[in-house]
């Protein structure tokens, strides 16, 4: 059984940090395009940002360039999201997810395995 799961949300104000990890187990982790998606109440899912295999090609969105990092440590399974500079517009439930497919721009469809999401609210 593939297991996702992310941590590391929560509620921070207005130009504050935080750092998301997803951890997965049930595959070989270093065959696994990782990215973070995110979804805002009444909005479309969107990609955030993705990393390649072992990490030397990513994707993110205009959105968040500058402000968000995308990391992975392969040895540990795990997977990052260090943002800075959060705004309210960031605020939504974050998911992490794993695909075999590399693409410039992530694709909802590529994605197989899922998390079940951590929310980030950023107050005003």
């Known amino acids: 059984q593939v297991q996702v799961v992310e941590s590391g949300g929560g509620l921070v104000q207005a130009g504050g940090s935080l750092r998301l990890s997803c951890t997965a187990s049930?595959?070989?982790?270093?065959?696994?395009?990782m990215g973070w998606f995110r979804q805002a109440p009444g909005k479309e899912r969107e990609g955030v940002s993705s990393?390649?295999?072992?990490?030397?090609?990513?994707y993110y969105a205009d959105s968040v360039k500058g402000r968000f990092t995308i990391s992975r440590d392969n040895a540990k399974n795990t997977l990052y999201l260090q943002m800075n500079s959060l705004k309210p517009e960031d605020t939504a439930m974050y998911y992490c997810?794993?695909?075999?497919?590399?693409?410039?721009?992530?694709?909802?469809?590529?994605?197989?395995?899922w998390g079940q999401g951590t929310q980030v609210t950023v107050s005003s």
């Open positions: 997810a794993a695909s075999t497919w590399w693409r410039p721009k992530p694709r909802l469809a590529d994605f197989g395995y």
């Open positions: 049930g595959l070989t982790f270093d065959d696994y395009v």
């Open positions: 990393i390649k295999w072992n990490g030397d090609s990513t």
